[in-house]
Structure formats: structure tokens, C-alpha cells
């Protein structure tokens, strides 16, 4: 269905929303899909910066599922570096200075961090990618030496992000005969309606349209249909295994 078709099918059923509410409602409906299935996967590029430790990331991943630099896949750090890079915009630290940008090491030994504190380059709350490097007694601070450094390699989108994230937001300039549009285009065209059935139901809760049956029915159908994208999404990427008959 097109973002027309499912915008009329809504309003059908909730003719007081206004243009914003209707997205608002798919789009809540997309995200709770998102985060019950796992059906949304995307790749995010990064540029690595030498002596950066920490980059931000959307604050719609759910999940990472693995991370490459330089093409090349790094595992994650289990636990964190007992030093850490002074990256904080807020709270700040005015006594304190960030480490020095460390040397390119022959070893390579990469890792990834994740971190859902206050983002590093601004004061709104975003997630983090901490991209470290190994090296023995790298960085010796307030009587502490640790074997992990900041990135060493400036690069342009050398880093990249598989992740499970949530839907894609509509914006003004949508072409609403388009099915390829917002949250549409991140989950298949066969599952729109589990969409709709979502926001039709979270519709049925607002006070100036509440029926409690019609929320249960819509819900049901909701739940129903995000069931259906779980055996899909394990159907299409799942590796399966072979069952041993008897003749």
C-alpha cells in the first residue's frame, strides 16, 4: 500500500487525526514492529578521526550486530578501558585534557565499544561507538597504564554498522503515492497492513475516540501480524538445518 492508500484506510477509522498524528501513529506502530521483530537492518558509514575515540550514532539502533573498519571486521571489547578519552561536551571536565593522538600501530588490533551515555560532540542523548586500538601500556594517565588507545587512522567512511534500528521517519516532502516512503520502505510491502492495524489500534486508546473493543480487536490483529514478520524474518535469513528421514 501506498502512504495515500494507508492514510485514508486510518482516517476511515479515525477521521479526527490530523496529517501529523496519522504518521505519528504509523510511525510509533513501525517502531514497536521494529523492536518486537527485528525486521529492520541498515548500514551506517562512519568517518574515523585519529584521536577520536568515541562517534555518534542514531538514536534508533536497537542493536549492533557487528562493526568493520577498513573492510576488515573487529570484534567487540568485553568490559572497558580502564582509561578513557576525554570527549564530553557535557558534563564538562575544564581541568582535565583530552590524550594525545596516538601513533598508527603495525598490529592493528581494533576493537568496538558501545556506550549510551551523553554524546561526546553534543548535548542531546545520543548512543556511542567507541573504536579502540590494542597496544601494550599505551597510555599511562594518574598512575594507570592500559593497553587500549584511541583510533590512529583518520578515514572517510571507513567504518561500518550493521545494526537492528527502528523505521525511517515520513518527512513534508514525501510522495504519498510512493509505498517506499518513511517506515514503508524499511518493512516489506506484504507487511503494511500489520502497520495500519497498529496505528488503527493505538487510534482506538485516544481519549476523544476510545472503544475498548475495537482496541482489542485491532491489537489482536496487530500481534497477529508481527508473529507472521517474525517467521518471515526467520525464514529469509535464518540457515535452517536438514531433518533425518527413514526409508
Known sequence: MTKLQIKELLGQHHPHLSSTLSDMYLELSADTIAQETDIISKTLLISSVAGTRWYDLDAGIIEIDKVYFNDVK??????DAII???????????????????????????????????????????????ILEKVANSVT????????????????????????????????????TLSTVGPLKDIPEQFHEVILNGAIARGYKDPTNFRADMFQFFNNE??????????????????????????
Open 84 to 130: 578513557d578519552d576525554d570527549e564530553f561536551v557535557v558534563p564538562e571536565d575544564t581541568s582535565d585534557t583530552s590524550l594525545s593522538t596516538p601513533s598508527s600501530n603495525a598490529s592493528n588490533k581494533r576493537y568496538w565499544s558501545f556506550s549510551k551515555y551523553d554524546s561526546s560532540s553534543s548535548t542531546s542523548k545520543t548512543y556511542r561507538l567507541g
Open 74 to 79: 573487529i570484534p567487540k571489547l568485553i568490559g
Open 141 to 176: 594517565k594518574d598512575g594507570r597504564t592500559s593497553d587500549f588507545q584511541s583510533c590512529s587512522i583518520t578515514g572517510t567512511n571507513n567504518i561500518r554498522v550493521y545494526a537492528k534500528t527502528t523505521g525511517t521517519k515520513f518527512t513534508s516532502s514525501d510522495d504519498a
Open 222 to 247: 496487530f500481534k497477529l501480524g508481527m508473529k507472521a514478520i517474525k517467521k518471515f524474518s526467520r525464514t529469509k535469513t535464518g540457515t535452517g538445518f536438514i531433518r533425518p528421514q527413514s526409508f
